[in-house]
């Protein structure tokens, strides 16, 4: 295990980048690169290797640590290896053993040279203790397989995980599956010493919206601090976002905020979009500044009676945002197919890949203790669709037509807490969420309900200008843009829209080539490239 060092920023490989396309061979360069002390490279302090859903070779993870090495940096001691392993459920076990297997051959590999060695993989989409029981076991088994090929270490404490917990009612329900997986694993023999947890907020946010998302990574962060009081141990959460304010908003012009909102967290994810379109230097101050302020604050802490007024709080925006959800996925799923993949991902519906899970308003309602807004929410009817598309592509799809997600439900949401709080309920929203309205605020500019009008149904328009009508009236936020890059912005927003109709359109109406569909691509990127992030 790596001593007590614990990285303040992590590099991902996040597809969620306008300006550029990493194929996977350019891959262990950019890693290296990121983990690179300033001012030569990025100054990031770990590395992301990301088996799920992609096309990562085997051996990235081999040639990442050594070349590292190369550079003076020995992994596990001065900077985090850590792949993100594939899911056994959503993909299969054999490419989570695969890419088990990578880690133990690369902790061989650097064991011939100079040390270090990768301590922890990260396993997506957690959803109960026994996940986590059986990577622990397919661990032992690989660690046992290394040592009988090449005498490595026998001990299955070497390798440890991370939980990624990404939807909203396994967020709310962190503690209590943290504590069954720390039980369980005592009771096989495995030691754990610390725990680090990664909370996801793009798929919680497109599954059930912006507030939701966000207060259910609050209710974790307090969760995953109360259970390492109980239990004497220490946890780490890594808050796993991008830089738009709907997929986290993990940005330098927000890092106060950001550092207030979520205090408790000790590691943040430096995705694409900000070290390419925002840029280097805004992601080598970042790195400093994360360095230097994450852990430092008291972490969040909520009582039985605020998570219940939080939970009820969730479940009214929630309701709110699958109301829209429906109408939109039409519009989102063809725009999305014009959004570039930009990382060599598996296909999200074929033999290897997968499509996101939809909402489980049931599982939500289990959750809310408040029982009128529980059975509220438990009537709700999942969305039964295999055509999801990936959180990034979404969020892109939206802003791409002038609906950014952040409102989507919001103000529908606001108006039902103060009909079931009062004007306090709105008051001890913003103590839980503070930067609440520097979110929306941000995505208000690249807002245009004018321009989304020409996508989508009437039924949806009437809901949405409910959305911006009441919060206005709330925060008194104009929709639109301010800076001159932001006119520019708009301008190009309302260029491509013909084109763009006619390319959502059914495929007898397209009169197009693929040229056409190549230069409405390439504007979505333009777009993505004046917003900070393509999704």
Same mark, same amino acid.
């Given at each position: 295990?790596?001593?007590?060092?614990?990285?303040?920023?992590?590099?991902?490989?996040?597809?969620?980048?306008?300006?550029?396309? $990493?194929?996977?061979?350019?891959?262990?360069?950019?890693?290296?690169?990121?983990? &690179?002390?300033?001012?030569?490279?990025?100054?990031?302090?770990?590395?992301?290797?990301?088996?799920?859903?992609?096309?990562?070779?085997?051996?990235?993870?081999?040639?990442? +640590?050594?070349?590292?090495?190369?550079?003076?940096?020995?992994?596990?001691?001065?900077?985090?290896?850590?792949?993100?392993?594939?899911?056994?459920?959503?993909?299969?076990?054999?490419?989570?053993?695969?890419?088990? @297997?990578? $880690?133990?051959?690369?902790?061989?590999?650097?064991?011939?040279?100079?040390?270090?060695?990768?301590?922890?993989?990260?396993?997506?989409?957690?959803?109960?203790?026994?996940?986590?029981?059986?990577?622990?076991?397919?661990?032992?088994?690989?660690?046992?397989?290394?040592?009988?090929?090449?005498?490595?270490?026998?001990?299955?404490?070497?390798?440890?995980?991370?939980?990624?917990?990404?939807?909203?009612?396994?967020?709310?329900?962190?503690?209590?599956?943290?504590?069954?997986?720390?039980?369980?694993?005592?009771?096989?023999?495995?030691?754990?010493?610390?725990?680090?947890?990664?909370?996801?907020?793009?798929?919680?946010?497109?599954?059930? #919206?912006?507030?939701?998302?966000?207060?259910?990574?609050?209710?974790?962060?307090?969760?995953?601090?109360?259970?390492?009081?109980?239990?004497?141990?220490?946890?780490?959460?890594?808050?796993?976002?991008?830089?738009?304010?709907?997929?986290?908003?993990?940005?330098?012009?927000?890092?106060?905020?950001?550092?207030?909102?979520?205090?408790?967290?000790? &590691?943040?994810?430096?995705?694409?979009?900000?070290?390419?379109?925002?840029?280097?230097?805004?992601?080598?101050?970042?790195?400093?500044?994360?360095?230097?302020?994450? #852990?430092?604050?008291?972490?969040?802490?909520?009582?039985?009676?605020?998570?219940?007024?939080?939970?009820?709080?969730?479940?009214?925006?929630?309701?709110?945002?699958?109301?829209?959800?429906?109408?939109?996925?039409?519009?989102?799923?063809? $725009?999305?197919?014009?959004?570039?993949?930009?990382?060599?991902?598996?296909?999200?519906?074929?033999?290897?890949?997968?499509?996101?899970?939809?909402?489980?308003?049931?599982?939500?309602?289990?959750?809310?203790?408040?029982?009128?807004?529980?059975?509220?929410?438990?009537?709700?009817?999942?969305?039964?669709?295999?055509?999801?598309?990936?959180?990034?592509?979404?969020?892109?799809?939206?802003?791409?037509?002038?609906?950014?997600?952040?409102?989507?439900?919001?103000?529908?949401?606001?108006?039902?807490?103060?009909?079931?709080?009062?004007?306090?309920?709105?008051?001890?929203?913003?103590?839980?969420?503070?930067?609440?309205?520097?979110?929306?605020?941000?995505?208000?500019?690249?807002?245009?309900?004018?321009?989304?009008?020409?996508?989508?149904?009437?039924?949806?328009?009437?809901?949405?200008?409910?959305?911006?009508?009441?919060?206005?009236?709330?925060?008194?936020?104009?929709?639109?843009?301010?800076?001159?890059?932001?006119?520019?912005?708009?301008?190009?927003?309302?260029?491509?829209?013909?084109?763009?109709?006619? @390319?959502?359109?059914?495929?007898?109406?397209?009169?197009?080539?693929?040229?056409?569909?190549?230069?409405?691509?390439?504007?979505? +990127?333009?777009?993505?490239?004046?917003?900070?992030?393509?999704?």
């Amino acid at each position: 295990m790596a001593g007590n060092f614990i990285p303040a920023t992590m590099m991902t490989q996040h597809p969620d980048s306008a300006s550029r396309y $990493v194929p996977v061979r350019d891959e262990p360069k950019e890693a290296i690169d990121a983990l &690179t002390p300033q001012p030569i490279g990025l100054g990031l302090e770990e590395v992301m290797v990301d088996y799920e859903g992609k096309l990562t070779p085997y051996h990235q993870t081999a040639e990442i +640590c050594l070349g590292l090495l190369e550079r003076g940096q020995v992994p596990g001691r001065d900077v985090l290896v850590t792949p993100r392993v594939p899911s056994a459920t959503k993909e299969t076990a054999f490419h989570q053993l695969m890419a088990l @297997m990578s $880690v133990i051959e690369s902790n061989y590999q650097m064991s011939l040279s100079e040390g270090g060695a990768i301590s922890e993989v990260i396993v997506p989409m957690v959803e109960t203790a026994a996940e986590l029981l059986d990577v622990r076991r397919r661990i032992e088994d690989v660690i046992e397989l290394g040592h009988k090929e090449f005498g490595t270490s026998r001990d299955a404490g070497t390798v440890w995980v991370i939980p990624l917990i990404e939807e909203v009612p396994e967020l709310l329900g962190a503690g209590s599956m943290l504590g069954a997986y720390l039980d369980e694993a005592k009771k096989e023999g495995y030691r754990i010493d610390r725990l680090r947890v990664m909370l996801g907020r793009s798929d919680s946010a497109m599954a059930y #919206g912006l507030v939701p998302s966000v207060l259910a990574v609050k209710t974790a962060i307090s969760d995953c601090h109360l259970l390492g009081r109980e239990r004497d141990i220490e946890v780490f959460p890594i808050y796993g976002g991008g830089a738009l304010p709907f997929r986290g908003h993990v940005s330098l012009d927000n890092f106060d905020q950001l550092v207030k909102d979520y205090a408790g967290v000790r &590691t943040v994810t430096v995705q694409s979009g900000i070290r390419y379109d925002i840029g280097g230097e805004s992601a080598r101050q970042l790195a400093l500044r994360a360095h230097d302020e994450l #852990g430092l604050a008291p972490p969040l802490q909520f009582d039985k009676g605020q998570r219940s007024i939080i939970t009820a709080m969730i479940g009214l925006f929630t309701a709110a945002y699958l109301e829209s959800f429906a109408f939109l996925l039409p519009v989102v799923i063809a $725009v999305s197919e014009a959004i570039p993949p930009q990382r060599d991902r598996l296909a999200r519906k074929s033999a290897v890949g997968y499509a996101r899970a939809a909402a489980e308003p049931a599982k939500l309602a289990a959750r809310i203790t408040d029982a009128g807004i529980s059975s509220r929410v438990n009537q709700i009817k999942r969305l039964e669709t295999a055509s999801l598309p990936r959180a990034i592509s979404f969020t892109g799809a939206l802003y791409s037509i002038g609906l950014p997600p952040e409102f989507i439900g919001t103000g529908r949401g606001l108006k039902a807490v103060e009909d079931h709080f009062g004007a306090a309920g709105l008051e001890m929203l913003l103590r839980f969420y503070p930067g609440m309205p520097f979110d929306l605020a941000r995505a208000a500019r690249y807002a245009s309900l004018k321009t989304a009008a020409q996508h989508l149904p009437e039924d949806l328009l009437f809901q949405l200008e409910a959305d911006l009508e009441n919060i206005s009236a709330v925060f008194d936020i104009d929709m639109g843009p301010v800076t001159a890059n932001e006119q520019r912005y708009h301008v190009l927003l309302e260029t491509v829209q013909p084109m763009l109709r006619q @390319m959502v359109a059914p495929a007898q109406e397209w009169a197009g080539d693929i040229a056409d569909r190549q230069l409405v691509t390439e504007w979505i +990127c333009r777009l993505g490239r004046l917003r900070g992030s393509l999704g």
